[in-house]
């Protein structure tokens, strides 16, 4: 069974503290890996995807990387705007579905 | 571009009553659509997935129902609702198919927080 697990469930850092989050997964042949930024009561909004190990993909002060067991978001230098909940998935080749971790909750502090 | 558009935004309920979420999707066609909900703040739950007019896939067996009447439209539906039903429900949408690299990105809406009670 497909399966995500995100750690830690929260994070707290300091403005200009750099840090990563974690994403494990095991998937039947994966198609794609997927990270979101939540914002309280709001809908996910599209990060990045990645598809193979070794992938690599930056925007702004975020960096995700691929291996084949899990996926790591690299914050670098981060800004309290970055404050919000990043969530990982992953599609497998079992249907096509969309496998959601429970997220990581960042607050980052002035 | 695309617009995905849900509403109503929030929805305070009694238990028993009933249910309708409404989503649309402008600016594409034959989307994939979705329904998602997440309890606690947290995880995603998929709830019921569609690929065209009429189809629908359930995921999880519950107190809900899903249905498409046009090809940008998903509605979320309850004939009576549950306290458990409570929760953030998202709807989503994407283009392509599972073959299709780079065409599975899931797009959401901005959410419906109902509350039952």
């Known amino acids: 069974e497909d399966q995500v697990t995100q750690s830690p469930e929260a994070l707290r850092l300091q403005e200009g503290e750099s840090s990563s989050l974690n994403c494990s997964y095991t998937?039947?042949?994966?198609?794609?890996l997927f990270w979101y930024r939540q914002d309280p009561g709001k809908g996910p909004e599209f990060l990045f995807t990645?598809?193979?190990a070794g992938e690599e993909k930056e925007k702004e002060r975020l960096k995700a990387t691929l291996t084949k067991k899990e996926s790591f978001l690299h914050i670098t230098a981060p800004k309290p705007e970055d404050s919000a909940t990043y969530l990982c998935?992953?599609?497998?080749?079992?249907?096509?579905?969309?496998?959601f971790g429970q997220g990581t909750e960042l607050s980052v502090k002035p | 571009s695309q617009t995905i558009h849900q509403w109503p935004a929030t929805l305070v309920q009694p238990v028993g009553s009933p249910l309708s979420l409404e989503c649309t999707v402008e600016g594409t066609s034959n989307p994939n659509l979705y329904w998602y909900r997440q309890a606690a703040g947290r995880g995603l739950q998929l709830l019921f997935y569609s690929v065209g007019i009429g189809q629908i896939s359930s995921e999880v067996p519950q107190n809900l129902s899903a249905s498409r009447p046009q090809d940008r439209q998903f509605i979320l539906s309850s004939k009576k609702l549950l306290l458990s039903d409570s929760g953030f429900y998202l709807c989503?949408?994407?283009?392509?198919?599972?073959?299709?690299?780079?065409?599975?990105?899931?797009?959401f809406g901005a959410g419906s927080r109902l509350t039952v009670l």
């Open positions: 990645l598809y193979s």
């Open positions: 998935a992953v599609r497998g080749n079992q249907g096509g579905k969309l496998i």
């Open positions: 998937v039947s042949g994966l198609r794609g």
């Open positions: 989503a949408w994407s283009t392509g198919t599972s073959g299709s690299f780079g065409a599975n990105v899931l797009t």
